[in-house]
């Protein structure tokens, strides 16, 4: 499985040819412009610290089935931005791809990272 930006658009290149690949579905996450993974892959690369185009990276790539890459960049955006798991956990046409196992594996990591930071505030 692709796991830097560049491996990534190799592989999307490979799986859909020399033309570019079908826009992002349009149930991308509101606010989220309709881009193509290999735009959103690009903006990634320009900005690798925002938040908001990691999650949208990251949603875009869960739907397209490319699990370890889309976990890593929602993993990113989730440490960057923890309102991000809020957003995510509350998007109702996310259901489906917050029931993989790579992305429950992420989420119980994440809420047990919580757990121990919030204990060791009282410890």
Do not use: H, W
Request: glycine share 4%; hydrophobic share 35%.
């Amino acid at each position: 499985m692709p796991s830097t930006p560049d491996s990534l658009k190799r592989a999307l290149r490979r799986l859909f040819g020399a033309k570019k690949p079908p826009a992002v579905p349009s149930k991308a996450p509101a606010g989220a412009p309709n881009d193509t993974l290999l735009s959103l892959i690009e903006r990634v690369q320009e900005t690798p610290l925002d938040p908001r185009l990691c999650y949208q990276l990251g949603i875009a790539l869960l739907r397209k089935g490319i699990d370890n890459d889309g976990v890593r960049y929602l993993d990113r955006a989730f440490r960057l931005d923890p309102l991000n798991v809020v957003r995510f956990v509350k998007a109702p046409d996310l259901k489906q791809i917050r029931l993989r196992d790579s992305v429950v594996t992420l989420l119980t990591r994440l809420r047990r990272d919580q757990e121990q930071r919030s204990y060791g505030a009282y410890a």
